[in-house]
């Protein structure tokens, strides 16, 4: 077998670009920009947690890389630099050639540097931690909401939910609807270019990983203030809206994996998120509810409430389950 | 069950120090200083690999985040902040509460900040990623060494090793002697001072996880050199020194987990050395050998060659087994 040392050679070392110093060495350097901060989060992927045993490596390198991209998306940061903590049963460099591509495809489009990281023997997972900078101060965290902000979200909500409903065999697609879900959920799309555009705009922000409630909850907790949601105008792919609307409930507004960015804007500048959401062209912005005094979200259609049995995607819930690939 | 967010605020949150943001968010944020590189390395621990299941989970929180600040201490950096990952089979209060009492002990004694994090459901592991702070220019890495560079290790070398090889019950060894040694498997000190101590006087520094012969041979590639390494001068416990040659060899040679570091010293350097070495007082510092020109690491005994049938540690070798805990 080759040894760790080729291993990592041969899959996952590039030349350096911005980095000090990159994979090779006890630690990589890398100088943050003056004026930033550096932002950093750290995620775990898990086979039979967060992806199915025999999963496609190729998407699980795009996918492992975006939901950590995505944290960065959230607080308005720039991708920088990645490190990568991968554990696998044995060396299968099939399944790595296959992996590194996926992986690479994305660094590479949001010019991510790959600097350091480990490879260890064990139960399939890998465990990614990414770099990032803001301006200094300029980083949009969950707290900074205000009473009466708009509540917006990026793109359509629920896909990544219906994809793996199907999967799962418990809901009927057709092949076309399929295909127009599954991508979400195999190949999540990072809102990295959305979050710097809306450094200065956005009071608060976080990316939807366990559900639209869920997270909009967090938004609400941290910044004091309840959360309330138009139904009418929570944003849904067609494949979706042809569902029952128990499913459409579940999926748009208690499935993860969508990755998509919740966003609090201040009513005055409606004008600036019009400008925002032409330059975003492809990426859909909709303003979907209000942030209210008081504490909770609450959901409502066509102005009554709708009771709502929907938390999140606990990892530690016993009826927790592969989420996702 | 606790949900995943109570878990992380009940064991791991703390308040923020220096960090401009900690646990909580999607990122979190972090000032570099100014005129500093930011330092980051990651390493997984991974159990029925890296430590026996049913691990002391108190000395697993230390043992993960001393062998992670021990790549920080191989490059001359001031550690920062660190991230956890932690994957495990079922939310355990108790494992966990222990863990962090480990984690934190270390963590607070070397004023390291926990920023951030995961956890997720899994098989035993974690993946710990540290950051640090050098002074731009001036960490210290594999490459620097020159020829006639005198060698040197801290501590002493191959105490894990031993105790590792009791615990499998290869090795004879009486209580008192275990004792001596197991310390070092268990709960190894990262050299972080001493890291610190040799900016400006080492030219090229490693820490010793796979062995003395493997990680000097990891000094040598990448300076393009040849090491020469005196077994005489090899400094070992006295538990070790009771122990027929071939476990002294095996142990001292190529034991890893012992953190220690190797570094290379310029020769004209040797009265610094000595400063430094009283400045380290419970840590001492061993000449033992030198940078030569060519490649490949020669260990000498009496000035006759040893023959070295040792590698380092590998990850992915079919013989590989649990290395420490």
Tied chains: 1, 2.
Excluded at 25 to 37: E, I, R, W, Y
């Amino acid at each position: 077998m080759t040894p760790e040392f080729a291993l990592i050679e041969k899959f996952f070392k590039r030349p350096s670009q911005r980095a000090t110093l990159g994979v090779g060495d006890d630690c990589a350097l890398l100088a943050v920009g003056a004026g930033c901060d550096l932002a950093v989060s750290t995620d775990t992927l898990v086979e039979g947690t967060h992806f199915f045993p025999g999963a496609n490596p190729k998407w699980l390198g795009h996918k492992a890389l975006a939901v950590n991209l995505s944290d960065l998306a959230a607080m308005g940061a720039t991708p920088r630099a990645v490190l990568l903590a991968l554990t696998m049963p044995r060396n299968d460099e099939d399944w790595l050639a296959t992996f590194s591509q996926g992986f690479f495809a994305l660094a590479e489009r949001f010019s991510v540097e790959l600097i350091g990281g480990d490879t260890t023997r064990g139960p399939l997972s890998m465990t990614l931690t990414v770099l990032g900078e803001t301006p200094t101060g300029r980083a949009i965290t969950r707290g900074g909401a205000k009473e009466g902000d708009d509540l917006w979200v990026s793109g359509e909500l629920g896909a990544a939910a219906l994809a793996l409903a199907h999967l799962r065999s418990g809901v009927d697609l057709d092949a076309e609807d399929f295909n127009a879900v599954e991508a979400r959920l195999h190949r999540p799309e990072p809102r990295l270019d959305l979050g710097v555009a809306l450094r200065g705009i956005a009071t608060a922000m976080i990316d939807i990983s366990d559900g639209l409630v869920a997270d909009v909850g967090h938004l609400g907790e941290r910044s004091q203030l309840g959360v309330s949601i138009d139904w009418d105008q929570v944003p849904m792919p067609s494949a979706l809206r042809k569902q029952p609307l128990s499913t459409q409930h579940h999926c748009a507004l208690a499935g993860g994996d969508d990755y998509e960015l919740a966003f609090c804007v201040p009513a005055s500048l409606r004008d600036t998120m019009a400008s925002v959401a032409s330059m975003m062209r492809d990426v859909p912005l909709t303003r979907v509810g209000v942030m209210r005094a008081g504490h909770g979200v609450e959901v409502t259609c066509s102005g009554a409430p709708l009771p709502l049995a929907t938390g999140g995607f606990d990892h530690f819930s016993a009826t927790s389950s592969p989420s996702s690939l």
